[in-house]
């Protein structure tokens, strides 16, 4: 490959043509004319971010039935030199899944594929299709009594597809790793048409590279994932779940290592949200009360899973206050009383983004730090956008076992909220320049996509940098596969 | 990268000839004099496998103290096309970390990057440089409270770089993993010099492409890791092991199940192997006693780790026992009453290898399979190796929770040794192909390197391997970083 095509990887094939009819023809052969969507209403839950950050045009939606179809139209991509925007369930937040403005680029669903091929309970293992819904995974699972892990608020109508080519996270990192730590095999097409074909169900396996995480978390500009072997877990027989009001960050990174020593893995959620947002929720959620008796300035909610009992479980979670009261970490904590309350307490966490909409505008980052460095971060970060944007109302929230701390920021009351989002780049230079000088990433579980694709090079190394682009322009030499996006 | 450098990537480069004695002195001023040895007698420990499969001759072997003296050493070889063979501390058991007789391949000792940077309990995390010794990160974790899991046999000479490099197993893997999942972040130095920063302690991070895996378990031959950061685990407070007899495999199998769904993670090990290994440890292991009151076919190792109380441990380790009884399993089983009783145990399985070497020769394999799928192999493969070579003795032993197994076949009582092992590749023929057909891997955790370099075409596709080929082209244009190991 020559160093000019690492310099500017797509010089030769950007900007890209509007493809003409007769070509569209041949993509809409492929799959067969029903599942080639070329009229604008069938398109248009295809178009538009759910955000509303986002919304394309394109000439044609691919539907392919099978992994060879998606080879097909691949080959043709390349051979023409078409653009290709692969799409599972189009709840992604970046920009990344949905075409652009330009009518040049193509989207390719995948939601037809959509089988189970297999599941292994013994191998504690499942075999899925990339356009197989989150939600229909742990259904699987659990008919088998085990479980599939992850866990976030679009898991009803995300597929799995979407979620490896992401690596997202959601709510039980903590415990069994991010999306691409639950892959065992995967099934990719190269930009070019080769079908790189993984589908193994092996623990240990070291014949060759592991080629499967260069596609985990590429979002869809390396490769499309057809179809991948999963990991399933046992299913926990009893669980314990607690709101904990904490004095400050630092206590609750304190009890964290009391919490993670007491529990180990058993740990299934350890997730931290300030006063105001529990405020916000308490205002717009019908029924949702105060979870404890006196307002607290930070509050946690703690889930212990365990294989054995119930009795087990609040052992545990009882030993972990226990010792955060003693040492002064803990002002206050209920242990769900029920499946009822249990339900509430996760349903005051999964409203977080919605109860923000409902206050105004808000700018929103999704940052990582080294997990001891989140108390630093957030004490530096909270000034800093207050000092930016008088009034302004941060609402830092997130999974603080990961380091992952969705740091968002609503308007200021009464403001007017297109003025206050037209300072969203001026927002994110402020509070990234923080994370950035504390090692801590700008994209941290919504991948890169279109959103912060100009903010890459200045958080990864030149010779990082070089190598991606490298990897980018040797699978794909065209560059037809998902533009603009990561890179 | 043209097509003809795919399908033959080090035609330009190969055969690599003897450096002359002036580049020698170059690539030793960049290290030093008294880091470039030259001595026969200072190479002989950097040249020869403890197996004794492997013994090679070198010109030098380069003792760098930075990473910035791997990078020039990188950059010179590639400028030049001289062979560098990294090695960390030569426990390797595939060939990938010796050099071969030609004289032509310079050895690059990473012993000397020996530094533990940093150890963050707090986080989690420990930054380690590629030399440390395995051993001594178990006891830099241990002094936080905390633990490093990665656990093998020859963690007192091995250093994480190898591990890394290789993508160790062990015995940990059922619990925390292989090595690469136990990796934050890696610096690694690509074979043309750039130095590739990737020492992020972030546990969520998707800030572009995940190139660490590239060079995890690419046995050296992509790239040279030079520093880590790497995971660290509560450190569990209490433990409980337990010798289990069983009838089958299968049946120790439907054991398993009943253990992960008691005990989840908690769940740390769970080995397999036969009763001739146990009547080999007696014989040979001064004071080893039989583990159980009469012989069973098949004995387990079962090790439970808590971060509670010795009483938690045991009432899930009783529970599995119990229910194991209950379904007729187990047909007889022990706990260890005392630390001691807790060492002889694993003492058993960790002279396994040992053992098989006062009983002559041993014809090995390292292999995997679906985890459900291991009985049906042992019950193919068992009598396959003794229809090949009447009355030899296999030993098949290993992780079963991996669906990992040393399938070791040990020579007929009074055979000639040599013969036997003149069989070796027969008996891999016969044992690989069962393995191919049940999707199992021929390289598990010992790599490829030299010794499987030729199988591997055979256990993966046209597509992959020409993959894989267009990634060692790519990072390794001129084919000078360990080549004839993996590919």
């Given amino acids: 490959m020559s160093s000019s095509s690492v310099a500017h990887p797509f010089a030769s094939a950007q900007p890209h043509a509007v493809p003409a009819a007769d070509l569209i023809a041949r993509f809409s052969a492929i799959v067969g004319e029903k599942y080639a969507l070329t009229d604008v209403n069938d398109q248009k839950p295809y178009l538009i971010e759910w955000r509303d950050l986002y919304e394309g045009v394109t000439p044609v939606v691919l539907r392919p039935g099978t992994t060879a179809e998606v080879a097909e139209i691949l080959k043709l991509a390349s051979e023409t030199g078409t653009t290709i925007v692969p799409q599972?369930?189009?709840?992604?937040?970046?920009?990344?899944?949905?075409?652009?403005?330009?009518?040049?680029?193509?989207?390719?669903?995948?939601?037809?594929l959509n089988r189970i091929r297999h599941v292994d309970p013994a191998g504690d293992a499942i075999t899925v299709e990339a356009g197989v819904i989150l939600d229909n995974i742990h259904t699987a699972a659990d008919a088998v009594d085990r479980l599939f892990p992850l866990t976030l608020g679009a898991q009803g109508s995300c597929t799995i597809g979407g979620n490896l080519a992401s690596n997202a996270g959601g709510t039980a990192v903590i415990a069994y790793g991010n999306a691409r730590d639950l892959v065992l095999g995967l099934e990719v097409v190269l930009p070019t048409g080769e079908v790189i074909d993984g589908l193994r169900s092996l623990r240990k396996d070291n014949a060759g590279y592991d080629m499967k995480h260069l596609f985990l978390g590429s979002e869809g500009t390396l490769g499309v994932i057809t179809a991948a072997v999963l990991k399933l877990f046992p299913k926990p027989r009893a669980k314990e779940v607690a709101v904990v009001g904490v004095e400050t960050p630092a206590a609750a990174l304190e009890l964290l290592a009391l919490a993670k020593a007491q529990a180990g893995s058993q740990l299934t959620a350890f997730e931290i949200m300030p006063r105001r947002l529990v405020e916000f929720s308490i205002a717009h959620i019908p029924?949702?009360?105060?979870?404890?008796?006196?307002?607290?300035?930070?509050?946690?909610?703690?889930?212990?899973?365990?294989g054995t009992s119930e009795e087990a479980a609040r052992a545990i979670m009882e030993a972990i206050l226990e010792q955060g009261f003693e040492a002064g970490l803990v002002i206050d904590a209920t242990l769900a009383a029920s499946l009822k309350q249990r339900d509430d307490f996760w349903k005051l966490r999964h409203e977080m983004s919605g109860v923000q909409k409902m206050e105004g505008g808000s700018i929103k980052h999704d940052v990582s730090l080294p997990v001891a460095l989140v108390p630093a971060f957030l004490e530096r970060a909270i000034p800093a956008a207050e000092s930016l944007i008088p009034n302004c109302r941060p609402v830092p929230f997130g999974h603080l076992g990961d380091g992952n701390i969705h740091f968002n920021i609503t308007q200021p009351i009464g403001a007017d909220k297109a003025t206050f989002l037209a300072r969203w780049e001026e927002m994110n230079a402020v509070v990234h320049a923080i994370v950035a000088e504390m090692g801590g990433s700008i994209a941290a579980e919504h991948g890169v996509g279109r959103l912060k694709r100009d903010l890459l090079p200045g958080v990864r190394s030149g010779p990082e940098m070089a190598l991606m682009r490298r990897l980018k322009a040797m699978l794909d030499p065209k560059g037809i596969l998902n533009p603009g996006r990561v890179l």
Avoid: F, K
Avoid at 88 to 112: F, K, W, Y
Avoid at 287 to 306: A, C, F, H, K, N
């Fill in 88 to 112: 599972g369930g189009n709840t992604g937040l970046v920009g990344a899944q949905v075409p652009d403005q330009s009518g040049s680029e193509i989207v390719l669903s995948l939601g037809r």
């Fill in 287 to 306: 029924g949702m009360r105060d979870p404890l008796t006196t307002p607290q300035p930070w509050y946690l909610l703690v889930e212990i899973s365990v």
